[in-house]
């Protein structure tokens, strides 16, 4: 049975593009937190959090809080907080095996359920996410940096309620917008509680803004933190001028992510070299074998949702399928 590290080895790396911010600066918080930073403008307003780092190679999201923060941008209305997820993780990361540090123990987006964050298990990510815990309950619009695994256009991932889809629509960028339920193994952040209540106020989004390590990708997470705070209205938009691209914003198209492939095995590869938003005609088209099983798309026109093998296991999401839906 091949190993994670033969399967990567397989794989062309990416090369690092940009500087990994020294955040250690950043580390005593101002609520009790470390890593988390939190402004109220004394005024009537939403609590609205931009986290980054939920896995400790994407440094899109640590490069945009640390910009910021050194700028020192404050609400004008509401809460502002700015936190740090995984930073074990971040700074453990090492350049000669960049995919080994997404996270230490375990994913830390696969642990915001309530019975596993109270339940008796331990790790370095569920201690963290417990300590982020109480913050993100006050929360009331969230945005969570990402970044993925292969060179592709930016996704936002807006979760499986319809208010989660009318707010990426809002915010306008980036072109591609999923709505999604998640993983099998586990609950992600952007999922947790009141977030994909559909009842609820509260609201959030995540955003995947390209490959780990491209300067692009950090020029996304830039952009969409800048139009996220414009949007929730906590700043006003003079203020984020700077950090909002020139380029007129395209068109946005919808994607339902209608189901995950899962792998079963360490055999498990794609029968081309799928990078993300792939679109295939035809039903029935054969995507991967996974063993001797074949792997075929359920439908015409069928997207590709970050399809890699770079965290190959069993029981592991590989690639999410999608509709383009109309609004």
Known sequence: MKTLEQVRATLTPYPIEVEFPDIRPWQEGNCGVDYVHSFDSGLAGPHVMVMALTHGNEVSGAIALDRLLKDE???????????????????AFDPDDIDATRYLDEDMNRVWLPSKLDGPEDSIELRRARELR????TVDLLLDIHSMHEEAPPIMMCGAQTKGMDFAATLGVPRTVAADAGHPNGRRLRDYQDFADPLSQKNALLIETGQHFSQRSC????????????????????????????????????LQVT??????????????????????GEA?????????????????????????LRHLGNGVTVVRLARVVER
């Open 73 to 91: 941008v404050r609400p004008v209305r509401g809460r502002l907080t700015l936190a740090f997820g995984n930073v074990a993780a971040y700074h």
């Open 134 to 137: 109480p913050i993100v309950d």
């Open 219 to 254: 020029e996304v997470a830039m952009d969409v933190t800048a139009r996220f705070l414009v949007t929730t209205g906590v700043v006003e938009p003079a203020d984020m001028a700077n950090y909002i691209s020139t380029s007129a914003p395209q068109a946005q198209r919808f």
């Open 259 to 280: 189901e995950p492939v899962v792998a079963r095995s360490m055999e498990f590869a794609f029968v081309e070299d799928f990078r993300g938003l792939e679109l295939i």
């Open 284 to 308: 029935g088209s054969v995507l991967a074998w996974d063993g001797d099983q074949a792997v075929v798309t359920p439908y015409d026109d069928c997207v590709l949702v970050q399809p890699s």
